[in-house]
């Protein structure tokens, strides 16, 4: 019996997606469940598994190429063997030389998708000195992409070694000539949620009023309570690790109910306040900067945040992050401390209309109760949309947050 697999439903924030990789190619046995395609959306990337166990008979959509909700990407023939017959792309594999097209011919249909296609053509490269990784010597757009920068690499150490003439002229006591270098540039085009990222950063720079505000929190009280409880911390919740952002999602929780604009977004020329605060944590991947939600974050312990946090960072490097976790928010959290930044002015996620950066732990010299001291201290940013907040709310929810931090008793007892 013929199964179609398809495309998943795509969410409304999601127009389409694109086939990303091939697990399996034409004429293969698959197992239920298997992993068989990745889609990459704007947001996250999904995988489609067989839904039974059989042979993929067709493959409908290719790499790079751009697809809809529900949209056919391959048949599957349930309960067949594979075939002892290989089909052509097998044999091209088994047979090296058959495996690559000579470098005077096109590159076959049947080894290049339509991503790698177009990046040989538009760079002139010559297919038979590239090895293909995909199923049956499928040559995937991460192979070109790796070529190139090989070949960029080689031309570059190429360019600085010494040439003959010039080695012979050193010996002979004269003098050495520069070698002459090539300015190598190499142009990739961009992937689907790094081109979204830059799309929604530009669109929230140019249709809101962004404007940050600082203060300065003193972390000595919150490394005092980490130093003393973080062993027991852990032992007690399971190896859940007790870091700084979990009081600084606490703190702006209870910031938030205080100062409810932070907490609210515009749509149209209606202010909607949100009843809850699901605040999304900003983690930088290999895909580039994503945003995963903790929903309800106000009714989650310490020990909740902490692992929570965790259990997003690790799916996000996995690419394991559904478009559920990614949807949704009302105030972002990011911490560009964990990279070394002092201080930076964080761009708002929209429709929300405030973010709170944190930053780096630095020593530095103040003045307490007259002396100079010399305390950990952290820079802390507030962008927020001028819209919809005005300066003196901003500066109070922040002198809010480092109150709450300074003294991190209050957050329980919601002071």
Same mark, same amino acid.
């Given at each position: 019996?013929?199964?179609?697999?398809?495309?998943?439903?795509?969410?409304?924030?999601?127009?389409?997606?694109?086939?990303?990789?091939?697990?399996?190619?034409? &004429? +293969?046995?698959?197992?239920?469940?298997?992993?068989?395609?990745?889609? +990459?959306?704007?947001? =996250?990337?999904?995988? =489609?598994?067989?839904?039974?166990?059989?042979?993929?008979?067709?493959?409908?959509?290719?790499?790079?190429?751009?697809?809809?909700?529900?949209?056919?990407?391959?048949?599957?023939?349930?309960?067949?063997?594979?075939?002892?017959?290989?089909?052509?792309?097998?044999?091209?594999?088994?047979?090296?030389?058959?495996? #690559?097209?000579?470098?005077?011919?096109? @590159?076959?249909?049947?080894?290049?998708?339509?991503?790698?296609?177009?990046?040989?053509?538009?760079?002139?490269?010559?297919?038979?000195?590239?090895?293909?990784?995909?199923?049956?010597?499928?040559?995937?757009?991460?192979?070109?992409?790796?070529?190139?920068?090989?070949?960029?690499?080689?031309?570059?150490?190429?360019? /600085?070694?010494?040439? @003959?003439?010039?080695?012979?002229?050193?010996?002979?006591?004269? @003098?050495?000539?520069?070698?002459?270098?090539?300015?190598? +540039?190499?142009?990739?085009?961009?992937?689907?949620?790094?081109?979204?990222?830059?799309?929604?950063?530009?669109?929230?720079?140019?249709?809101?009023?962004?404007?940050?505000?600082? !203060?300065?929190?003193?972390?000595?009280?919150?490394?005092?309570?980490?130093?003393?409880?973080?062993?027991?911390?852990?032992?007690?919740? !399971?190896?859940?690790?007790?870091?700084?952002?979990?009081?600084?999602?606490?703190?702006?929780?209870?910031?938030?109910?205080?100062?409810?604009? *932070?907490?609210?977004?515009?749509?149209?020329?209606?202010?909607?306040?949100?009843?809850?605060?699901?605040?999304?944590?900003?983690?930088?991947?290999?895909? &580039?900067?994503?945003?995963?939600?903790?929903?309800?974050?106000?009714?989650?312990?310490?020990?909740?945040?902490?692992?929570?946090?965790?259990?997003? &960072? #690790?799916?996000?490097?996995?690419?394991?992050?559904?478009?559920?976790?990614?949807?949704? &928010?009302?105030?972002?959290?990011?911490?560009?401390?964990?990279?070394?930044?002092?201080?930076?002015?964080?761009?708002?996620?929209?429709?929300?209309?405030?973010?709170?950066?944190?930053?780096?732990?630095?020593?530095?010299?103040?003045?307490? !109760?007259?002396?100079?001291?010399?305390?950990?201290?952290?820079?802390?940013?507030?962008?927020?949309?001028?819209?919809?907040? /005005?300066?003196?709310?901003?500066?109070?929810?922040? *002198?809010?947050?480092? /109150?709450?931090?300074?003294?991190?008793?209050?957050?329980?007892?919601?002071?």
């Amino acid at each position: 019996m013929s199964i179609e697999i398809k495309a998943p439903v795509f969410p409304e924030s999601i127009a389409d997606g694109e086939v990303a990789a091939w697990h399996k190619s034409e &004429g +293969e046995a698959v197992a239920r469940d298997e992993l068989i395609v990745e889609i +990459e959306t704007d947001k =996250v990337v999904l995988e =489609v598994v067989a839904p039974a166990d059989g042979v993929i008979s067709k493959i409908h959509a290719q790499v790079g190429e751009t697809i809809e909700s529900q949209q056919l990407l391959a048949t599957l023939e349930e309960g067949q063997a594979a075939s002892q017959s290989a089909p052509a792309k097998a044999e091209q594999k088994s047979d090296p030389a058959a495996a #690559k097209p000579a470098a005077s011919e096109a @590159p076959s249909a049947d080894l290049l998708g339509p991503a790698a296609r177009q990046l040989v053509e538009k760079h002139k490269l010559d297919v038979s000195a590239i090895s293909g990784t995909g199923k049956g010597g499928r040559i995937l757009k991460e192979d070109i992409l790796n070529f190139m920068k090989s070949q960029d690499a080689a031309a570059a150490v190429a360019a /600085d070694a010494p040439t @003959p003439a010039a080695t012979a002229s050193a010996d002979a006591g004269q @003098p050495e000539m520069e070698p002459s270098s090539e300015r190598v +540039e190499r142009r990739v085009p961009m992937t689907r949620m790094r081109a979204k990222i830059a799309e929604r950063l530009l669109e929230a720079s140019q249709q809101t009023a962004m404007l940050s505000t600082f !203060n300065e929190v003193n972390m000595a009280p919150v490394m005092a309570l980490r130093s003393k409880y973080k062993e027991k911390f852990e032992k007690t919740h !399971n190896g859940t690790r007790l870091g700084f952002m979990g009081f600084f999602v606490k703190a702006a929780c209870e910031a938030l109910k205080r100062f409810p604009a *932070v907490n609210a977004s515009i749509d149209g020329n209606d202010i909607v306040y949100h009843g809850y605060q699901d605040i999304g944590v900003a983690v930088s991947t290999k895909g &580039g900067l994503v945003v995963p939600v903790m929903r309800d974050a106000d009714f989650m312990s310490l020990a909740d945040v902490e692992a929570a946090i965790t259990d997003l &960072g #690790k799916r996000a490097k996995d690419s394991k992050l559904t478009i559920e976790d990614m949807t949704g &928010g009302t105030f972002t959290v990011t911490n560009g401390g964990v990279f070394g930044s002092l201080l930076s002015t964080p761009i708002l996620n929209p429709p929300q209309t405030g973010i709170l950066g944190m930053h780096k732990i630095q020593e530095r010299p103040m003045a307490v !109760n007259g002396e100079v001291v010399i305390l950990p201290m952290m820079y802390l940013a507030l962008t927020y949309d001028h819209r919809l907040i /005005d300066g003196k709310t901003a500066v109070q929810f922040l *002198v809010a947050v480092k /109150d709450l931090i300074e003294d991190p008793a209050r957050i329980l007892l919601q002071l």
